[in-house]
């Protein structure tokens, strides 16, 4: 079984309140933030014409630096995997610059058969698209989706996967049949 890991709130953390709130407490602002998101996330739009649309000047290292937390037990579990020799992906809705940063920044990319960033395949989650390019790119096969939002875990069955939806390490390890880590 293929593993297919979400990135952000099962490897990498939700994005920091604590960053949010030197961006803006303006709901309108996080209102277009979000809106404009998608383009954002699927490439369809550069970092410059997303914060336009947000209608405030680019925050582009503080949008980073706000999703930027790692969870390192995770990571530690892609490490077992891999090492186990279990075959794992990744799918993640993730702008070219934040990609860019976690390419430069962390290793345990590497870990990954494939790396199914948003920006870069043109589709982003939930769309149907998403799925099939992290599908085809892995050759078919029996593929488990593990991610935090249920409405992408019914995205990833609907597309033929099977689907985890992720609370926490504990039911993923159970899961996947592995050991607890000290």
């Known amino acids: 079984m293929i ?4 990135m952000f709130g099962v490897i990498a ?3 920091s309140p604590e960053v949010m709130a030197t ?5 309108s602002f996080w209102d ?6 998608p383009a954002y996330d699927r490439g369809d739009i550069t970092a410059e014409e997303y914060w336009t649309r947000v209608g405030h000047p680019p925050l582009v290292e503080k949008d980073v630096a706000s999703w930027s937390r790692v969870d390192y037990a995770m990571v530690a579990l892609l490490h077992e995997l891999h090492g186990a020799g279990r075959r794992i992906a990744l799918l993640s809705n993730i702008p ?4 860019r940063y976690f390419e430069r920044t962390y290793e345990w990319l590497d870990l990954f058969e494939v790396r199914g960033f948003s920006c870069r395949i043109g589709h982003a989650k ?11 790119a ?4 029996d593929i488990l989706f593990v991610d935090d939002r249920l409405e992408n875990v019914r995205a990833a069955e609907r597309a033929g996967m099977r689907g985890h939806h ?17």
């Open 3 to 6: 593993v297919l890991f979400d």
């Open 13 to 15: 953390r939700d994005q």
């Open 23 to 27: 961006m803006s407490d303006d709901p």
């Open 32 to 37: 277009a933030y979000w809106a404009q998101r």
């Open 96 to 99: 070219e610059d934040h990609a």
């Open 126 to 136: 939930p769309e149907p698209g998403a799925f099939e390019w992290c599908r085809d």
């Open 138 to 141: 892995l050759g078919g096969g």
């Open 166 to 182: 992720f609370t926490g390490i504990t039911g993923l390890r159970d899961l996947l049949g592995v050991g607890r880590s000290a």
